[in-house]
């Protein structure tokens, strides 16, 4: 899944309200331990506005975008719950990306 926000609707709310509602349906449902998403390196902006919600950098792939610059990406995660018990991990977004204010301006 992929979230973004028009450079002229940023700040004034609608990320927020698009991952609030992300972030209750995964909680809703249950079924997931963690969210997961990519960050370009460089949208500083992006990274603070995921931090406010719980989400931590946990790892950065070098060369992950391959049509912009820079082309690394944070790997940032959001923990639901902690399941000691489950062998194997529930990801919201483990092969795709949630990207609020997508690429650098």
């Known amino acids: 899944m992929t979230l973004g926000c028009l450079a002229p609707y940023r700040r004034s709310g609608i ?26 390196v460089n949208n500083d902006s992006a990274i603070k506005f995921y931090q406010k919600f719980g989400f931590s950098i946990v790892e950065t792939k070098p060369a992950y975008y391959k049509r912009i610059e820079p082309a690394d990406a944070h790997v940032l995660q959001k923990t639901l719950k902690n399941n000691n018990n489950s062998s194997e991990t529930n990801h919201a977004a483990s092969n795709s990306s949630i990207i609020a204010n997508g690429q650098t301006k």
């Not at 990320?15 to 370009?40: A, C, K, P, W």
Request: hydrophobic residues 40%; aromatic residues 12%; without cysteine.
């Open 15 to 40: 990320g927020t309200l698009m991952l609030h509602h992300v972030l209750r349906y995964v909680e809703e449902d249950g079924n997931f331990d963690s969210i997961f998403l990519h960050v370009q």
